[in-house]
C-alpha cells in the first residue's frame, strides 16, 4: 500500500492541471460566496436567512472544479492509456483505487480547508454579527472531500473523463433542479433528501434546522452512500474488466 500510495501522490502532484484545479477550487468557492453575500444586501440578522449558510454558498461552485480534479485522477490514465502501465506496476487492483482515493481525499481536504475557511471570513466581513458554526465548516469540508470520492469512483467506473464529468456533475444538479419543478411537496422533499448535493448541503444549516428536509449529518450520510456505491461500482468494474 505504501508504493501505491507513493505513486499515486507522485502522478498527482506532478500532474501539470493539479494545482491550477486546486487553486481554481479556492479562488471560486471563495469569490462565489463573497459575490453572493454582497448581492443580498440584508443586515446582519435582519433578512430572516442563514448567514453561515450563506457565506458557505461557493461551495455549490467549488464542488465542481473538486469533481473534474478527482475524474481526472483516473480519467487521464484512462484517455491516454497509462492505466495499463500502473495497472502493471501494481497488480492488486484495488490497492490501486484504495490508494487513489487516499490521495484524493488527501488533497482536496488541504483545499477544502482554506477554502471554507476563506468564504465564512469574507461572510463575516460583509455580513458581520453572525456566529460561524464549526459544524458546517466542518461539514462542508467533508462534503467537498465526498464530492471528490465520488468524482473518482465515477470516473473509474465510466472510463472516460468526460462522461465521468457530466455524469457527476447531473448527479449534483439536476436533483435540485427537478425538486424545484416538481409540484407535489412530499416528491419534493423526496428528491431533496436522495440527491447527494441537496442532502449533503444540509450539513451547512444553522438555523431552524427542523425546517431541513434532512437533517445535517443525515444528509451528510446520505451522499457517502453515493460515494461508496460509486466507488465500490468502480472497485468491481475496475477488477473484473481489462484495461
Excluded at 492509456?81 to 506496476?89: C, H, I, Q, Y
Excluded at 468564504?119 to 460583509?126: A, D, E, H, P, Y
Aim: charged share 10%; net charge positive.
Amino acid at each position: 500500500m505504501r508504493s501505491a500510495l507513493h505513486a499515486e501522490w507522485t502522478k498527482l502532484r506532478t500532474s501539470p492541471g493539479t494545482l491550477g484545479l486546486a487553486l481554481a477550487v479556492i479562488v471560486s468557492t471563495v469569490g462565489s460566496s463573497a459575490a453572493v453575500a454582497a448581492a443580498t444586501g440584508c443586515a446582519p440578522g435582519g433578512c430572516g436567512q442563514d448567514l453561515t449558510r450563506l457565506s458557505l454558498t461557493g461551495v455549490q461552485v467549488g464542488q465542481a472544479v473538486v469533481a473534474v480534479l478527482a475524474v481526472l485522477v483516473i480519467g487521464d490514465e484512462y484517455s491516454t492509456g497509462m492505466v495499463r502501465v500502473t495497472l502493471t506496476a501494481l497488480p492488486r487492483r484495488t490497492t490501486v483505487l484504495a490508494a487513489k482515493a487516499v490521495v484524493v481525499a488527501g488533497v482536496v481536504a488541504v483545499t477544502a480547508v482554506p477554502a471554507v475557511l476563506g468564504s465564512l471570513t469574507v461572510g463575516w466581513f460583509i455580513l458581520p454579527g453572525h456566529e460561524v458554526v464549526p459544524r458546517a465548516a466542518v461539514g462542508s469540508v467533508l462534503y467537498l472531500v465526498l464530492i471528490g470520492l465520488l468524482g473518482l469512483g465515477t470516473a473509474t467506473a465510466a472510463r472516460n473523463p468526460a462522461a465521468a464529468s457530466g455524469i457527476v456533475l447531473g448527479l449534483l444538479y439536476v436533483f435540485p433542479i427537478i425538486a424545484q419543478v416538481v409540484t407535489d411537496p412530499g416528491w419534493r422533499r423526496h428528491l431533496q433528501q436522495a440527491g447527494p448535493m441537496s442532502a449533503g448541503l444540509a450539513v451547512q444549516a444553522t438555523g431552524d434546522v427542523d425546517a431541513v428536509p434532512i437533517g445535517p449529518w443525515q444528509g451528510l450520510g446520505v451522499l457517502t452512500l453515493w460515494a461508496l456505491a460509486a466507488l465500490l461500482t468502480g472497485g468491481l468494474l475496475l477488477a473484473r474488466h481489462d484495461a
